[in-house]
């Protein structure tokens, strides 16, 4: 009746899972919808930046050499001979003591290497022709934006596996890039298993409770960069059950169950899995909450079986279904990024085996600081709303008190962690 | 030629933009619909949790009563006489020295009030009858999750205003929120100004560049939390780019511009918002970039004129509209989070005015740091990508150097300040 796991390190259970290569695969979108997802190849200036001389300021553009007479006791005059704003060209050929009236931006008349701002120049007409003068000396490129100052053609500016922020829009339009390749969105097949579970429409009745986990985890599907699709809930039946595993496979990358994975009396996941003759990574792993999570690959896809329990399947899904799904979105630091804080209360629960708690992580006067945000009981729920990182606590310990140096994961980060174990 | 126009401290500017009360308005989504979206209702449990006592592991329920006498020196029996999973009700009374085997999550029989794990029971059968027998008493509510334990019905359990996250999503799940109520995005609608502006589907030619600010914009604003209207470049012919912002007030709740707020020689939107006969808030601000911002009100919309340049142009929306959008998304803490760090090289730029400095701010053992993402020249848009803060220098000081502490805004939070300035 009690079938013995022989639990496998953290470390060693997500290594198993990352050596199994799933690639990511790469698609074309508008430039309109990439914001938030994923470059899946390197940002490549298509060309210099400027790609013309331009003026930063506004002012008169001027040949540097006609002002080197110039100084407090020498004025020193220019006809303006043309006047011309951003995205104009002027068609003017510059002369001896010749400016031309420039806005911010605009390109550089052919001839002139220097830009007097308007704060330094005195402007007036003479007979209808306008005038400035200065009583400074510029130099050549005094002013000036030169082409290519900014980036270069061919740099790369962005690496592949970056997610697509307000800045990296504004490159991709700057050159030119209507359409953007990007990862795909990993497919991540979900289902639920449970007599116990109602659907979120249905009343409540005595020894039922609603599906919660299907809706917390494909929010953090999502959350990761994948896309969710949602299979309901396991029928009760083992031959239906197998076979919906099987069609629910064909369809995705990743398949997520929660619940029946464990050794409880009506947890048939482990049949299902022999059945189907997947390759077991692991069903057990040192860890709480979670320790019942398994982890196998059939015919190219990965399966995640997670537990039922809410914060394990939580915790399950960040630890190893998040690093898999990141990596498929090209990511070098696909794991959940690691940072130190200071453990902000007392926690005096013994530990035996590593511990993943719930936790707020903040900053105070410039120093990260960690609070369970919850009582860390397994069941509750309530303390994953504010939850915004998992506060490791190695196993082997008799319990932290404040002020001590500890490890948190932080869940809303897109940054992430090369290898954090 | 020279408008001259007073320069306001910037918390003063953002204060009269946030005097001006622009409402948020509350829609109802499916629960799958729901994740990122910000509720405009408190979460309020609709029933305990659990709502029944239940098992909170694998074991055998029974009544305390029974187990008084067990002790090492003396094993008390106990027939067993059903078996749970979650979700089943057993409808067996059970009497003395009976007990029920039971999965975690399943309610507690009637009568029974205690659950002895199944690590610490002997199970085996007599005449094909399953009895387990235990060499230790339990106490009433040992290993019981009682109804309510977790939240009780009523209660307020997350804030309106609040981001939904996954954590939340299990919550809505839980207490039956089929539909969501979620604050309506707010309509922001955006133009572009300059002849010098290419579309990004437009190949290159001397003197103009393509058109990057509305690109960007559109993604800060779908990072706030806003629903993007672009409504193209304006036209640049007076009467009829009048009329076009006219008309885009009627179709949105904030209208961004982008470029033609400065006093340069081709810049008209100072005319467009005489003629509108819109409230001026301010139109320069005390610092760098995007001193010349613009924000306006008319007919109970905003307008914010925003600099045509790349940084200014982001910083302003920051710092100017971010907030307003937040606020009609019911957040108490609307503003970007400001946090301190320290400076990790120096910036010798001597600073009359507060300068915003697009930052990598990160965190090395626990402690935050913050570096300029690029050089601070204001036409350089290839520092935005790396940005995940701005820097805060004060005017008035000659530099910083590095190991000085300084104040960041972060740009990828979802915390906020209540008030930073």
Same mark, same amino acid.
């Given at each position: 009746?009690?079938?013995?796991?022989?639990?496998?390190?953290?470390?060693e259970?997500?290594?198993?899972?990352?050596?199994?290569?799933?690639?990511?695969?790469?698609?074309?979108?508008?430039?309109n919808e990439?914001?938030?997802?994923?470059?899946?190849? *390197?940002?490549?200036?298509?060309?210099?930046?400027?790609?013309?001389?331009?003026?930063?300021y *506004?002012?008169?553009?001027v040949?540097?050499? *006609?002002?080197?007479?110039?100084?407090?006791?020498n004025?020193?005059?220019?006809?303006?001979?043309?006047h011309?704003g951003?995205?104009?060209?002027?068609?003017?050929?510059?002369?001896?003591?010749?400016?031309?009236?420039?806005?911010?931006?605009?390109?550089?008349?052919e001839?002139? *290497?220097?830009?007097?701002m308007?704060?330094?120049?005195?402007?007036?007409?003479?007979?209808?022709?306008?005038?400035?003068?200065?009583?400074?000396?510029?130099k050549?490129?005094?002013?000036?934006?030169?082409?290519?100052e900014?980036?270069?053609?061919?740099?790369?500016?962005v690496?592949?596996?970056?997610?697509?922020?307000?800045?990296?829009q504004?490159?991709?339009?700057?050159?030119?890039?209507?359409?953007?390749?990007?990862?795909?969105?990993?497919?991540?097949?979900?289902?639920?298993?449970?007599?116990?579970?109602?659907?979120?429409?249905?009343?409540?009745?005595p020894?039922?409770?609603?599906?919660?986990n299907?809706?917390?985890?494909?929010?953090?599907?999502?959350?990761?960069?994948?896309?969710?699709?949602?299979?309901?809930?396991?029928?009760?039946e083992?031959?239906?059950?197998?076979?919906?595993?099987?069609?629910?496979?064909?369809?995705?990358?990743l398949?997520?169950?929660?619940?029946?994975?464990?050794?409880?009396?009506?947890?048939?996941?482990?049949?299902?899995?022999?059945?189907?003759?997947?390759?077991?990574f692991?069903?057990?792993?040192?860890?709480?909450?979670g320790?019942?999570?398994?982890?196998?690959?059939h015919?190219?896809k990965?399966?995640?079986?997670?537990?039922?329990?809410?914060?394990?399947?939580?915790?399950?899904?960040?630890?190893?279904?998040?690093?898999?799904?990141?990596?498929?979105?090209?990511?070098?630091?696909?794991?959940?990024?690691k940072?130190?804080?200071?453990?902000?209360?007392?926690?005096?629960?013994?530990?035996p085996?590593?511990?993943?708690?719930?936790?707020?992580?903040?900053i105070?006067?410039?120093r990260?600081?960690?609070?369970?945000?919850?009582?860390?009981?397994?069941?509750?729920?309530?303390?994953?709303?504010?939850?915004?990182?998992?506060?490791i606590?190695?196993?082997g310990?008799?319990?932290?008190?404040?002020?001590?140096?500890?490890?948190?994961?932080?869940?809303?980060?897109?940054?992430g962690?090369?290898w954090?174990?």
């Amino acid at each position: 009746m009690f079938e013995r796991r022989k639990p496998i390190p953290i470390g060693e259970a997500v290594k198993r899972i990352m050596e199994y290569q799933l690639l990511g695969v790469t698609e074309q979108v508008t430039i309109n919808e990439s914001y938030g997802r994923f470059l899946s190849e *390197d940002l490549i200036a298509t060309s210099d930046v400027p790609h013309f001389d331009r003026a930063p300021y *506004d002012g008169f553009a001027v040949r540097s050499i *006609d002002t080197r007479e110039a100084a407090l006791t020498n004025v020193v005059e220019f006809e303006v001979v043309d006047h011309i704003g951003a995205g104009m060209v002027s068609t003017k050929l510059i002369g001896e003591h010749q400016a031309v009236r420039i806005m911010t931006g605009a390109m550089m008349p052919e001839g002139t *290497d220097a830009v007097v701002m308007f704060e330094v120049a005195k402007a007036y007409e003479k007979n209808g022709i306008p005038y400035m003068s200065i009583k400074r000396s510029f130099k050549k490129g005094d002013n000036v934006s030169y082409s290519g100052e900014d980036a270069k053609q061919g740099e790369i500016l962005v690496k592949k596996g970056t997610l697509i922020n307000p800045g990296i829009q504004a490159m991709l339009a700057t050159f030119g890039y209507e359409r953007v390749t990007v990862a795909k969105k990993p497919r991540v097949g979900l289902f639920a298993t449970g007599t116990e579970l109602l659907e979120v429409n249905e009343a409540l009745v005595p020894g039922k409770i609603r599906n919660s986990n299907s809706h917390m985890i494909a929010a953090q599907i999502e959350r990761t960069g994948g896309i969710v699709h949602y299979f309901g809930k396991l029928p009760d039946e083992f031959d239906t059950c197998f076979e919906a595993v099987q069609n629910a496979l064909n369809e995705v990358d990743l398949l997520i169950t929660t619940g029946g994975v464990s050794v409880g009396d009506f947890d048939y996941l482990p049949a299902i899995y022999e059945k189907l003759g997947a390759e077991i990574f692991f069903n057990k792993v040192a860890m709480r909450p979670g320790s019942v999570t398994t982890v196998a690959q059939h015919n190219g896809k990965l399966l995640f079986g997670l537990s039922g329990n809410p914060s394990a399947c939580y915790v399950g899904f960040e630890l190893f279904a998040r690093p898999i799904i990141r990596r498929m979105l090209f990511s070098e630091k696909p794991h959940l990024r690691k940072e130190q804080a200071l453990l902000e209360v007392d926690f005096p629960k013994a530990n035996p085996f590593t511990r993943f708690v719930r936790s707020s992580t903040f900053i105070d006067s410039g120093r990260l600081k960690a609070t369970p945000s919850g009582l860390d009981k397994s069941n509750i729920i309530m303390s994953l709303s504010g939850a915004n990182s998992l506060m490791i606590l190695p196993g082997g310990t008799r319990g932290y008190t404040a002020g001590c140096e500890v490890e948190v994961l932080l869940l809303e980060d897109q940054v992430g962690s090369e290898w954090p174990w």
